[in-house]
């Protein structure tokens, strides 16, 4: 049997047990619906393999060597992940376009017992569905953005608001950066895997609501932020924070200490600013940072680096909507989630 997936931007409640997602490795780590496990039937190497001799030899081949390669990996699966699931189990299985490799792996698990669906259309579907709401479509949420020079704890912020349930987009949390050359926090998702994180979360919004947001380029690390969300959030009204620059240095410091133990990946970080800075002013920050004064470099990286970016950028934003001065201890912080929340009701 074939399922109709639903609209992703709706959210994705499906009546399945389990959402399998049999392309291989690469593919699933790209992208893949939300909750889908890989169990591919074909490794990456091996769908290599069949596509060529599909192009170079002939399709019947590759169907009939695909055939085998498909058999032995299910059958490895059924005797592995899948192996303590009762009859009532019930799998939805797709692939790129619901054809061979989702068809092969949907027709054994049915002929075993199990009441198994392919999806119609394969993964294909459920991307033209999140390329319509983040590409095409006008998005419904009230976007409003938390603006402020680096520093000024607006992801800490965000997730206070979230904790006294308003309603928060982390977008640097999706994309696993925090926006800024120092900001890397390890493997960033794809382009569509974001993409596929950002339509989740925001289906999970009720957008007669306002959404806070987190004030980002257009470009986080190295993925865009979709343009139906950039095109809120350029328009978006704002609060602004500001906090004193020692209160700023201290969190940078504290923020950035892992990084900032390992000198030499710090320095070589710093050193891709040369080409904006110069070497003179590069080098006393490397001194800096070998010296252990994280305090000082971050005060420094504020001042000639972050705000003097952050002070052109905000020209083509709106007028702040309100004006937050904080200190950046743990009450201070409170203090200001408890306003944020305030004032976003008031919206």
């Not at 997602?21 to 890989?38: K, L, N, T």
């Not at 504290?254 to 891709?272: K, P």
Request: aromatic share 6%; glycine share 10%.
């Amino acid at each position: 049997m074939s399922y109709q997936l639903p609209d992703p931007a709706q959210g994705l409640d499906l009546p399945f047990d389990t959402v399998i997602d049999v392309r291989a490795p690469a593919e699933y780590a790209e992208d893949h619906i939300p909750g889908a496990i890989s169990l591919p039937v074909f490794s990456d190497a091996e769908r290599a393999q069949v596509g060529t001799i599909y192009t170079q030899q002939s399709p019947f081949l590759a169907r009939k060597v695909g055939a085998a390669i498909l058999a032995r990996n299910v059958a490895a699966h059924l005797e592995g992940p899948l192996a303590d699931m009762d009859g009532a189990w019930q799998p939805l299985v797709y692939c790129w376009r619901g054809g061979q490799r989702s068809g092969g792996m949907s027709t054994i698990l049915a002929q075993i017992g199990w009441r198994v669906q392919k999806l119609e259309g394969g993964y294909q579907t459920y991307r033209r569905g999140v390329v319509k709401a983040l590409y095409e479509a006008e998005l419904p949420h009230r976007v409003v953005l938390l603006d402020g020079y680096t520093g000024t704890a607006k992801t800490d912020l965000l997730a206070l608001v979230a904790e006294r349930g308003g309603q928060v987009l982390d977008l640097e949390g999706l994309a696993n950066h925090r926006g800024s050359l120092l900001g890397n926090m390890g493997p960033q998702p794809a382009q569509k895997g974001f993409e596929t994180a950002v339509l989740a979360r925001l289906a999970q919004l009720d957008p007669s609501k306002p959404v806070l947001v987190e004030a980002e380029s257009s470009k986080i690390g190295e993925v865009l932020v979709p343009p139906s969300l950039w095109k809120r959030m350029i328009a978006a009204p704002r609060f602004t924070v500001t906090a004193p620059l020692e209160d700023r240095a201290r969190y940078l410091a504290r923020l950035y200490a892992e990084l900032a133990a390992d000198t030499g990946a710090l320095n070589g970080l710093l050193a891709m600013l040369t080409r904006l800075h110069g070497r003179e002013v590069i080098e006393g920050w490397q001194a800096l940072a070998e010296a252990g004064e994280v305090e000082t470099l971050a005060a420094a990286l504020c001042t000639q680096h972050y705000d003097p970016r952050y002070g052109k950028s905000r020209e083509r934003l709106t007028e702040p909507a309100a004006a937050l001065d904080i200190r950046l201890d743990s009450d201070g912080l409170n203090r200001a989630a408890d306003r944020l929340v305030q004032e976003l009701t008031g919206l």
